[in-house]
């Protein structure tokens, strides 16, 4: 079994930063890409930002030059650093990964954690 799970989400005011973490662990081959995304109230699940196991990212618009997505693989782990956050920011981010797992190595299969909560509010 493989298990993601999100951490460091929390209530900060605009402006302010954070920094999430997600870590894979479990019967893990090797992780392809990983990336974050979110889910505001009322509004279906949209990308964040990707990073592939080279490290190359991809982020969507609306957090370009505000959000930064990087990884530890020998660590299994992607983070997002959030500056600069605004009330739109507000949602549950989930991170995903891309898993070849010992069990079955050549399949990928997608997994993903169960979010973490980023409210910006004053």
């Known amino acids: 079994q493989v298990q993601l799970v999100e951490s460091g989400g929390d209530l900060v005011q605009p402006g302010g930063s954070l920094r999430l973490s997600c870590v894979a662990s479990?019967?893990?081959?090797?992780?392809?890409?990983m990336g974050w995304y979110r889910q505001a109230p009322d509004k279906q699940r949209e990308l964040v930002a990707t990073?592939?196991?080279?490290?190359?990212?991809v982020y969507a618009d609306s957090v370009k030059g505000r959000f930064t997505i990087s990884r530890d693989n020998a660590k299994n782990t992607v983070y997002l650093q959030m500056n600069s956050l605004k009330p739109e920011d507000t949602a549950v981010y989930y991170c995903?990964?891309?898993?070849?797992?010992?069990?079955?190595?050549?399949?990928?299969?997608?997994?993903w954690g169960p979010g973490t909560q980023v409210t910006v509010s004053s």
């Open positions: 995903n990964a891309d898993i070849r797992t010992r069990v079955v190595p050549t399949t990928l299969l997608r997994y």
């Open positions: 990073i592939t196991r080279s490290g190359t990212a």
């Open positions: 479990g019967s893990i081959f090797s992780i392809d890409t």
